[in-house]
Nanobody
Framework: QVQLVESGEGLVQAGGSLRLSCAASGRSFSRYDMGWFRQAPGKEREFVAGIRWGGGSTDYADSVKGRFTISRDNAKSPVYLQMNSLKPEDTAVYYC?????????????????WGQGTQVTVSS
């Protein structure tokens, strides 16, 4: 069983930066496609960014393009979400997700495993 654990939770001022990490325990997730989703209070969970297991293909929500970067050094390393130029509307609980047969990186139901979430708060 793969367990995903997020870290990097924090409170930051608007315009600041934060980096989230997602590490896996249990079986290897070297061939897992990975994604970051977020859920703000009173809103549905939404896609933020995704990366294919080979690391060569990434996707981003329009709201974070040019500000966030998803990466992994290699298939066995943690997955990172570098968040720059943060805005108050980025405030949410951020979840890491992994899947072996992710057809569409933006679709939450394609992922098999989820982390517990980590809080990101951006003050104005």
């Amino acid at each position: 069983q793969v367990q995903l654990v997020e870290s990097g939770e924090g409170l930051v001022q608007a315009g600041g930066s934060l980096r989230l990490s997602c590490a896996a325990s249990g079986r290897s997730f070297s061939r897992y496609d990975m994604g970051w989703f977020r859920q703000a209070p009173g809103k549905e969970r939404e896609f933020v960014a995704g990366i294919r297991w080979g690391g060569g293909s990434t996707d981003y929500a329009d709201s974070v393009k040019g500000r966030f970067t998803i990466s992994r050094d290699n298939a066995k390393s943690p997955v990172y979400l570098q968040m720059n130029s943060l805005k108050p509307e980025d405030t949410a609980v951020y979840y890491c997700a992994g899947g072996l047969r992710v057809v569409t990186t933006t679709r939450a139901s394609d992922y098999d495993y989820w982390g517990q979430g980590t809080q990101v708060t951006v003050s104005s």
